[in-house]
């Protein structure tokens, strides 16, 4: 895959192996042309996410509560710069290329950079983190996340090589 420029001197400058888009069939992830305020994050960070996405997002954790359970925002949106700042942040405390793309989609291939992917909290919790999937949360969202247009993206084992990620939601208007 040809990227844009550049996203591959983003790549480049991290040390991202030039066949990364064919080793993970992640799909490229274009940004959002429209963003919208959210809720801010249990860290007090603002967030954005698309109308839709947004929308979704309200109407799920309204549905939730409903049912005595909480579920908040741990992050949303991130630009493709963001998300390299966070990869050359974990590489420069010595975690290596191959580690951090276990745990972290390149610049460019992160659903969080479509302004539709939620990573989800629950109290009593730490944040992302495997043990969510022994939430009430986790279970509610696996048993009505669909209904709202939300799948978790990676599951066990997952073709994309990412880790097991149970807080991790993304929402499609298909």
Known sequence: MNL???VQSIHNALG???DYSDSCSLPFCEEPSQLVATERDF?????QLTPESFAAWTAMKLAAA????DIFLISAYRSTQYQADLLAKKLGSGITIEEVLTVNAAPGFSEHHTGRAVDVGTYGCDALAEVFENTVAFQWLEENAAAFGFT???PRNNAYGIIYEPWHWCFSDN
């Open 43 to 47: 860290y007090d960070r603002p967030q």
């Open 4 to 6: 844009p420029k550049p």
């Open 16 to 18: 991202i192996p030039a």
């Open 152 to 154: 978790m993206s990676y």
């Open 66 to 69: 409903n049912e005595q359970v």
